[in-house]
């Protein structure tokens, strides 16, 4: 299904990778650490732009077990990356969620994106999203193609039901976890929180600004928007979370991508795999209600037949 000119060989071309991402070139587990019900492994993803570390939480029997890969936030904390799936951060509910999700049965996989975590030394944001833009590509779409490599890797694993793997994040991981979803079909299902918004409605409104300058794709908003974006994930299963008071999806940029979105569901005779939920009372945070609503989400949309 097509959406206001874009599909996934325009979407790769804007990000300035017009063949689409490299794959993997293989993965190395680095440390392994067991516990009482599961285990934790350090990775290093090998791609044609070198290392990419990664954590994945998995559970301890063999499987073959749904996946998820986790899409890590942004917040200005360039120190914590991938670690936010062992440890959380302050706008998520206190319990991590690498740990919960292998309790319940899920792989999980975390990425260190470019100048996050481990992969500060490779430069500032601004440096990179400026490298980037010199040499005709963006920032997030090297963000996308690493994500895309992890996928690879999750892919490849014999503990890993291939098809039946989500993507989820909030703020950042949020807007990778859709846009991934979007340019990648072996992503049967995406929940994501706190950054769906039209950049057109956010430029209107001078909250585009509050993005950090890796989410620019120049051009992007003459041939649709995030709504139309997040509408070729369509019909598969996908869920929006969102805060009334978050500055990053005021209601002008919100509702007008949710339009979209439902309309996308709608015309796909599969409006039932849309879940919506906006926190009117919230801003920048998960609430309790959002973090069940994504834990249901899940469990629907890949352990449930």
Known sequence: MNHA???????????????????ARGCDVTQCATFADHAVEEIRIETAGGRIPATLFRPLDPGPHPAVLYCHAH???????????????????PAAYGPLLAARGF???CADMPGFGDRQA???????????????????????ADLSAALDVLTGRADVDDTRIA?????????????????????????????????????????????GIYMTVPGLLRHGDMGDVAALVA????????GGTDPLTPPRALQPALATLSAAYAEAGAAQRLTTLVS??????????????VLDFLEKALVQP
């Not at 000119?5 to 991402?21: A, S």
């Not at 991934?180 to 909250?207: K, N, S």
């Not at 019909?235 to 969102?242: C, D, F, K, N, T």
């Open 235 to 242: 019909p598969r299963p996908q869920m929006v979370g969102a």
């Open 280 to 293: 009117a009372e919230t801003g920048h945070v998960e609430t309790p209600q959002m973090r069940a609503a």
């Open 107 to 109: 792989v999980t996989l």
């Open 5 to 23: 000119g874009l599909d996934v060989t325009r979407l790769w071309t804007l990000l300035g990778h017009p063949d689409g991402p490299q794959p």
């Open 75 to 93: 917040g200005n904390r360039y120190d914590i990356g991938r670690r936010e799936l062992a440890e959380g951060r302050p706008a998520l509910q």
């Open 167 to 211: 993507t989820f994040g909030i703020s950042m991981g949020a807007t990778h976890g859709y846009w991934l979803a979007a340019l990648d079909a072996r992503v049967v299902a995406t929940a994501h929180l706190c950054a769906f918004a039209g950049i057109t409605g956010l430029i209107e409104a001078g909250g585009h600004d509050l993005h």
């Open 122 to 144: 490779e430069g500032s944001e601004a440096a990179l999203a400026k490298a980037a833009f010199w040499q005709g590509r963006t920032l997030f779409g090297d963000m996308l």
